[in-house]
Antibody, heavy 119, light 107 residues
């Protein structure tokens, strides 16, 4: 069974940094693109970033480009999101997600982790 | 690509038919569009992918249609668990986007 478990969230001051982790199990992690999606309180879903199986390609939403870095460790079955220069508008629940085997749609999601940016 | 969902809120009764719309600012490549349902406090769940294919375990009361810039999610008979928020998402280009959501509430 596919399982995705996020960790590393919490309260951080504006301008600060935080690193999210996603522990993956139940599938061959190195065979899949992985994604981060976020949801601000009471708002809709926003795609944040994608990373290819071998990390050779990465894509970001414009609002985090240059501040956030997606990475992975295939030996540890882990996905990461390094978030720097955090702003209030980055406050959200962050979800780790995996595509289906046969479609780019996101068929598997973690439970989400809350990041709060506030002084 | 900007996705605009309508209506913002749909007020219906159990057993009624729901029709949700998702309009793209430009054509969605390969009709790579998905629909998700999100209940309060839960992660989204994939319902439909590639415009019209139901995900594993999704009942046949859910159907998707459309092409190019106009897409529709239809729920033929609303069940209690269907009162939730629905999002469309395009993955036709490298930079993905979601619509702003349609809330289906009990009338």
């Amino acid at each position: 069974e596919v399982e995705l478990v996020e960790s590393g969230g919490g309260l951080v001051q504006p301008g600060g940094s935080l690193r999210l982790s996603c522990a993956a199990s139940g599938f061959t992690f190195s065979n899949y693109w992985m994604s981060w999606v976020r949801q601000a309180p009471g708002k809709g879903l926003e795609w944040v970033a994608n990373i290819k199986e071998d990390a050779s390609e990465k894509y970001y939403v414009d609002s985090v480009e240059g501040r956030f870095t997606i990475s992975r460790d295939n030996a540890e079955n882990s996905l990461y999101l390094q978030m720097n220069s955090l702003r209030g508008e980055d406050t959200a629940v962050y979800y780790c997600a995996r595509k289906l085997s046969y479609s780019w749609s996101l068929g598997y999601w973690g439970q989400g982790i809350l990041v709060t940016v506030s002084s | 690509i900007v996705l605009t969902q309508s209506p913002g809120t749909l007020s219906l009764s159990p057993g009624e038919r729901a029709t949700l719309s998702c309009r793209a600012s430009q054509s969605v490549s390969n009709n790579y569009l998905a629909w998700y349902r999100q209940k309060p406090g839960q992660a989204p769940r994939l319902l439909i992918y590639d415009t019209s294919t139901r995900a594993t375990g999704i009942p046949d009361r859910f159907s998707g249609s459309g092409s190019g810039t106009d897409f529709t999610l239809t729920i033929s008979r609303l069940e209690p668990e269907d009162f939730a928020v629905y999002y469309c998402q395009q993955y036709g280009i490298s930079l993905w986007t979601f619509g702003q959501g349609t809330k289906v509430e009990i009338k």
